[in-house]
Each structure stands twice: as C-alpha cells, then as structure tokens.
C-alpha cells in the first residue's frame, strides 16, 4: 500500500460510498476530528446492536502488545463485521512494529483496523515510523478546518435547524474558532440551543456566547505577552486550557498570530475576516518587529521540545509565556 495519505474530506466521500480500506492511520493535528471520523466509520460498518462485542478500543500506552495482537485474531461475534481502534501506534517499539504490521498485511476480510497516534505525538513524515506504517495502512490526515470548510459547516448547521444569520456574525465565529473542528461545533451547539427555532444570528449573539468559549481569547493574550505582563498571560493561559484548549493548539494559534503579525510590520498583506485583520493592525504597534522575531524563534524552538522532551507540552508552552512576556 502506497504512503500517501487522504484528507479526512476524502474519506468521508469514501465511507459514505460504503468503500472501506481494511487498515486506516489517522494523524494530524484535530484529535475531535479523528474521534468523529471513527464513530462515522462505525456508525456505517457495524450495526448498532453488535458494537458492544464488535468494536474494541485499545492503546499501545494502557495495554498489554500481546491483548493487541489475541484481539486482532479474534473473530467478529454475532455478526460478520469488527472495528478496532489502536491509539498510540507511534508508541510502538521496532520489534513490535514488525510483528504487528505482519498481522495487518493480511488482515481479515471483516475487520477494518485504525491505528492512530495524538496531535502532539504524530510522527513526521518523513519518519520510519510513517513510512513503515503508510506500507500496510492508509495514512489519514485530519488537519484544521479551512475558513472556506468552516464557512459550509456553520451554513449547514444552522440553516438546518432554520436559523438566519448576518455575514459578520459568522466572520467572527469562524475567526475566533481559528479552524478548530470541536470549538467551532461546540459554539454551534451552544448558539442553537439558546436560540429560538426560526430566529436570527446576530453579531452580538455570537459575541456573547464566545465570550464563554473562551474569555482570554489569542488578542487578548497577545496584548497582555505586548504589555509584559506576564502573571496576568499566564492566568489568560491557564483559562484557556481549563475551557478545553490543548497546549499544542494554543501554540499553533499563537504562532499563526505572530507570523500575521510579521506580515503586517513588513506590509505584506493579512487575510481573514476584517474583523480579523482589522484587530491585528491595531495590535501590531504593540508588539514590535524586534519581539515578533523572538517571539517566532521561542515558538519553533518549544515546538521542537513538544516532540522531544519529556517535559509535558501545558508546562512547555507555560515556559514559552513566561519567556515572551519579558
């Protein structure tokens, strides 16, 4: 099996066509993603009075390697079709790798297989681990929401459930989830359970309700990192990873920031929702060019260190703030 992977869109289509690849290696950086993918997969493989026996989730990290490989030989119970869901396959030890990529290149006719690894542990592409995994697996990238992927999911959604709405307030929406799958559906969910059925969406409605998502949003942060106040960026911080936001997906989202904040010193040109674009003018005086290019050096750096120090990725990005904020 060749190791070029399909975007998560691609196998949707597949899915829904009821075309099944017998292995699949989900990665990327949206974990909501993935999870939701899986559940489609099962959703239309296994029927629903057989999932308890026929759908089994292991982890390389929890779990016994030989359980693994007794579960792979096992045959489907009361039915003719299993899913199995593997996480963190990157874990997995060279001796074990072989073993198990042994099982999977001749795997069983009802079986589909999904490995996967987390979003702060996927490895690179250009990896052994990927390159062995890509000959015996479809490779899945689950990547953020495109503003364009965003803009037909909250048209849908909503449209569905016969809400209007005004262009600024989806603007806003989209620019505050940055991309993000399960922020973004979790705004949606919130909006459509505190609206009346038929109402309309206003710029204000998605003020208020974002304002519970997250109360330190990326601006705010950068201003307090701009101003050195650093108690008050960690607190920000803090906030933002009790309200669900993952360290890695943080630093993504202060990372695009900075670098948009790059463009506008040199005057190159900032796309996005005026909103948006309009906020980070108003911002860049602030944050000068001179900290900008720290700023992006400090980020590459702990973003070299989420991959390879054992130090966890909340304390990494932490150090990051503190660092900045200076």
Do not use: W
């Not at 493989?45 to 982890?59: A, D, T």
Request: aromatic share 8%; glycine share 6%; hydrophobic share 40%.
């Amino acid at each position: 099996m060749a190791s070029s992977f399909i975007t998560a869109e691609h196998l949707t289509i597949e899915i829904g066509r009821g075309r099944y690849r017998p292995v699949y290696y989900f990665f990327g950086e949206e974990d909501f993603r993935k999870s939701e993918a899986v559940k489609y997969i099962l959703n239309h493989y296994v029927p629903e009075q057989q999932r308890v026996f026929n759908f089994s989730r292991l982890s390389i990290e929890k779990i016994d390697f030989e359980t693994v490989c007794s579960e792979l030989a096992a045959i489907p119970m009361l039915g003719e079709r299993r899913l199995i869901l593997i996480n963190e396959a990157q874990k997995l030890k060279p001796t074990q790798q072989k073993r198990l990529f042994s099982l999977l290149g001749n795997p069983s006719p009802e079986t589909i297989i999904i490995l996967s690894s987390p979003a702060a542990r996927t490895p690179r592409k250009n990896s052994a681990f990927f390159k062995a995994v890509g000959r015996v697996a479809q490779p899945v990238q689950f990547g953020r929401l495109t503003r364009n992927m965003a803009t037909i999911r909250i048209h849908k959604r909503l449209e569905s459930a016969g809400f209007t709405y005004d262009k600024e307030a989806i603007d806003l929406l989209i620019s505050l989830t940055d991309g993000d799958f399960g922020g973004l559906d979790g705004e949606l969910e919130k909006l459509t359970l505190s609206s009346e059925k038929g109402s309309h969406i206003g710029l204000g409605d998605v003020k208020r309700m974002a304002s519970s998502y997250q109360d330190f949003n990326i601006f705010e942060l950068i201003d307090l990192i701009a101003e050195k106040k650093a108690d008050r960026a960690l607190e920000a911080y803090h906030d933002l990873i009790r309200k669900g936001m993952r360290p890695a997906s943080l630093l993504r989202q202060l990372s695009n920031h900075i670098l948009n904040l790059l463009r506008v010193h040199t005057g190159k040109q900032v796309s996005g929702a005026p909103y948006f674009v309009n906020k980070l003018r108003h911002q860049a005086p602030l944050f000068d060019k001179e900290k900008v290019l720290d700023a992006i050096s400090r980020i590459a750096a702990t973003e070299r260190e989420i991959r390879r120090s054992a130090i966890k990725p909340p304390i990494l990005v932490e150090n990051l703030i503190r660092e900045i904020s200076r």
